[in-house]
């Protein structure tokens, strides 16, 4: 169980495009749901917790209205990048918590198998 | 807010030989500390994590350790195989609903 997926697995856009990836919760129920952003070589860097029913909340420096993000039902969020431009290509994660009692704990964060978006 | 060092960034080992990752955190608030590995181009996968109320845990070649009062906890891969190159990340995070705070990832590269 515990499984997570996105889509899609990669995008390539025009700049000035906007782009919309999904998340997923595929056998729990995920009242949270985080977005991360991955440079080559580098860390996971957290980018908003998106809430079921509510406003997500965007970490510092985080472009709330560059980065749109949805979560309207307890199984999917999406991420739309929008106006895209060639410094936000990177690799899009997403996770879940599982907060339908599933799991023994909630604080385990499954992860997507992520989005590598270009934009050329 | 929580602040993750992980070291060290590399890491060569002779299949076989052990390898041993260690974290340091920063808010002592902080009960939850994953470690995650992940492959180039793929998801982060949980492979251990442990609870403040434990000082180790042991899944088979793999083991964490930590220690509160010093606030650091390490990742102890035994019997390396090739299998286990990747870079591992360490986190921490508080309470059901913290945010994870990732460590800057240590690339172990395991040669036959």
């Known amino acids: 169980g515990a499984v997570v997926s996105q889509h899609p697995s990669w995008v390539i856009c025009k700049s000035g495009t906007s782009v919309k990836i999904e998340c997923r919760s595929l056998?729990?129920?995920?009242?949270?749901m985080f977005w991360y952003r991955q440079f080559p070589k580098q860390s996971l860097m957290l980018m908003a917790t998106s809430n079921e029913g509510s406003k997500a909340t965007y970490e510092q420096g985080v472009e709330k209205d560059k980065f749109l993000i949805n979560h309207a039902s307890l199984t999917l969020s999406t991420l739309t990048v929008t106006s895209a431009h060639p410094e936000d290509s990177s690799f899009y994660i997403c996770s879940a918590r599982d907060t339908s009692g599933g799991h023994l704990f909630t604080d385990t964060q499954y992860f997507g198998p992520g989005t590598r978006l270009t934009v050329l | 807010g929580e602040n993750v060092e992980q070291h060290p960034s590399t890491l060569s080992v002779q299949e076989g030989d052990s390898a041993v990752i260690k974290c340091t955190y920063s808010d002592s608030a902080s009960n939850y500390f994953p470690w995650y590995k992940q492959e180039l181009g793929k998801r982060p996968q949980l492979i251990i994590d442990i609870r403040s109320n434990v000082g180790e845990k042991k899944d088979q070649r793999i083991a964490v350790t930590l220690n509160k009062t010093a606030k650091h906890f390490s990742l102890h891969i035994t019997e390396t195989q090739p299998e286990d190159s990747a870079v591992y990340f360490c986190?921490?995070?508080?309470?059901?609903?913290?945010?994870?705070?990732f460590g800057a990832g240590t690339q172990v590269v395991v040669t036959p």
């Open positions: 056998d729990f129920q995920a009242t949270t």
């Open positions: 986190a921490a995070s508080k309470g059901s609903w913290g945010k994870l705070q």
